[in-house]
């Protein structure tokens, strides 16, 4: 597409793309490798358990922020890339909404980027993202010196910086935002899915059920978490429909069942 018409598919990750919360799915490796203690497990737990429930609003999103910060001061970067990189398809795979999967295939089918757009810590998005086949991705970095976390965030993405997030790669990458795509389950990212032509809620809080209804926003309900390995070695029949008419689904799933494998070794 020519520059300034590029589309872009820009997805939040927790509640959205999987069925848990992506920071506190790495709770219990990070406790067994002695970066966290039995009651930050226990804090995060509960944390979890709130946000599962009724979803996080913008006082529990900074509290959330402020623990953050606090619990990974003096972090060793390296170790936490190698427990996410040691843990991902354990953890994360079968967590993975099979409507996700096929919303993130139709738009990769359809030739857009596919973005995800997290609160939750790079190392951690990161990887995941690279497992769905995303062409960016979008999240919370901290400071780094020596190759620790000082505790410092330098930049948080969440509410307005996701904004700024996605603004700045519509800059550089050439999307509309005017013609791109956002989902996302939480009222925080308002801001995200005003900030494109085709915003839509996915599994809403109560909050933004209530903003989309308002706005005519589309809502959707993903709820069959499910692995993208064993997806991909027996494909849905949606899957196979959109392969047998397009034939570049296959490629996509070749793609993500390559990474799944490479890092299975």
Known sequence: MAGGQRVAAFFDLDKTVIAKSSTYVFSKPFYAQGLLNRRAVLESSYAHFLFMLSGADHD????????LTN???GWDVEQVKSIVAETL?????PLIY???????????????????????????VAPIAEALGASHTAATRMVVEDGHYTGEVEFYCYG?????????????EG??????????DSVTDVPMLSAVGHPTA???DRNLRREAVAKGWPILTFSNPVSLWARFQSPSSTTLAATAAVGLSAALAGAISYRLLRRRR
Do not use: F
Not at 89 to 93: A, I, K, S, Y
Not at 99 to 123: N, P
């Open 60 to 67: 529990q999103m900074e509290r959330m922020r402020a623990n």
């Open 71 to 73: 619990m990974v001061a």
């Open 89 to 93: 398809h354990d953890l994360v795979d």
């Open 98 to 124: 099979a409507e996700a999967a096929d919303l993130i295939a139709d738009h990769k089918i359809r030739g857009h980027d596919v973005v995800i757009v997290s609160a939750s810590g790079e190392e951690i």
């Open 160 to 172: 307005a910086g996701k904004v700024t997030a996605i603004e700045k790669l519509a800059a550089s």
């Open 175 to 184: 999307y509309d935002l005017t013609r791109c795509y956002a989902y996302s």
């Open 202 to 204: 996915v599994n809403p």
